[in-house]
């Protein structure tokens, strides 16, 4: 039988999730001058990156589940934050308006700031295995 203590200690999935819950809070903090917080600054890059796409392209893009991301798009469309369109068939097309591309470039240096003290704290060399590391773990579990 598995140790709990041993889990406890060396399970992956709970550090990263603890890990993830602190960076989350300290993204969030900084972007709240900007009425967002860390999920919806990732949607906002992500619809502008991609420009109008489908609900579907972009859950697929950010590894979501297209209802979590039509459930986190809801709020950004109640704000003017983003344009929901019909596309072809039953598709519904996301894309950035104005206001959201305005908080977006408002937001920007602010999570810079986020990312800068997180990336100070972790060391260049810690950051780039970081990099290295998500994209191994996002080619072997897709």
């Not at 598995?2 to 903090?29: G, M, P, S, W």
């Not at 798009?73 to 598709?91: E, F």
Request: net charge positive; aromatic share 2%.
């Amino acid at each position: 039988m598995i140790d709990n203590n041993y889990i406890a200690e060396n399970c992956k999935c709970a550090q990263l999730r603890r890990v993830t819950r602190l960076i989350t809070r300290h993204y969030d903090e900084a972007l709240k001058p900007c009425g967002i917080n860390s999920g919806q600054f990732t949607l906002l890059v992500a619809l502008e990156l991609m420009s109008a796409c489908s609900i579907t392209e972009v859950a697929k893009a950010l590894d979501m589940e297209r209802t979590t991301l039509t459930r986190n798009l809801k709020p950004m469309l109640n704000d003017g934050l983003i344009n929901m369109t019909s596309g072809k068939g039953r598709a519904r097309i996301a894309s950035l308006s104005p206001s959201g591309k305005q908080t977006l470039d408002e937001a920007k240096p602010l999570w810079k700031i986020a990312q800068d003290k997180v990336t100070e704290h972790l060391g260049e060399d810690t950051t780039n295995n970081l990099n290295l590391s998500t994209e191994k773990l996002q080619t072997a579990l897709r």
